[in-house]
C-alpha cells in the first residue's frame, strides 16, 4: 500500500497497512491511516453470480417479448401487389414485384430491407434477390410501397414471394 505525507507529499510503501496513527520521517507531520477492507473472494464471486443471474434473466426476457412466430403478431408484413414482365434495353426479360409493407403495430419500426424469393414449379427457390426499400422508417399503422425489378435468368420462375429480412423489435427506433 502506498501513503502520502499530506505537508511535504513524501510517499511511502508499506507491504501492509497500518491503522491509525503515523509519523512522517521527513517533516514529522503526523495523521491518521484506515485500512480498506478487503473484499472476500467468496462475496466477489456471489456478487458476479448474481449479475450473471440478472443478465441471463434481462436476456430471455427481451427474447420471450421479442418473439413473433405467428404471422398474425407480427408487427411489419409484405405483400405482392403485382407481378409483371418487361423487357430491358437489350430485350431481356425482367420481372417487376410490385407490393407494400405495412407496420400493424403502435411503434415506429425501421424499414427492413426485403428479399424477394423465385421459385420453380417443383416448389424449390431458383433464386433469393435481396434489396433495400426508399423508406427507413415506419410510422404506426403506415404503409409503404415498393417496386423492384429482379436481375438475372427469369426461365422457369413459376411463383414468387417477398421476405423481410429483419421484423424483430430489435429494428424499432
Given amino acids: 500500500m502506498k501513503i502520502k505525507c499530506d505537508v511535504c507529499k513524501t510517499e511511502y510503501s508499506m507491504p501492509n497497512a497500518p491503522s491509525g496513527r503515523v509519523r512522517c520521517a521527513v517533516c ?8 480498506s477492507p478487503r473484499r472476500s473472494g467468496l462475496l466477489v464471486f456471489f456478487a458476479s453470480l448474481c ?29 405482392i401487389t403485382n407481378v409483371s414482365t418487361v423487357k430491358d434495353d437489350g430485350a431481356t426479360p425482367r420481372i417487376v414485384v410490385d407490393g407494400t409493407v405495412t407496420n400493424r403495430s403502435d411503434d415506429i419500426y425501421a424499414f427492413p430491407d426485403l428479399i424477394i424469393v423465385l421459385y420453380d414449379a417443383n416448389g424449390a427457390p431458383i433464386s433469393r434477390q435481396k434489396f433495400m426499400p426508399s423508406a427507413t422508417l415506419l410510422d404506426a399503422g403506415q404503409s409503404v410501397r415498393f ?14 414471394t417477398v421476405e423481410l429480412l429483419d421484423t424483430n423489435p430489435g429494428g424499432k427506433k
Wanted: zero cysteines; charged letters at 15%.
Fill in 147 to 160: 417496386s423492384h425489378t429482379l436481375s438475372g435468368n427469369m426461365v422457369g420462375v413459376k411463383r414468387v
Fill in 51 to 79: 449479475a450473471l443471474l440478472a443478465a441471463t434473466v434481462f436476456a430471455v426476457a427481451v427474447i420471450v417479448s421479442s418473439r413473433h412466430d405467428d404471422p398474425a403478431k407480427r408487427p411489419l408484413v409484405a405483400t
Fill in 28 to 35: 514529522g507531520n503526523v495523521w491518521h491511516i484506515s485500512r
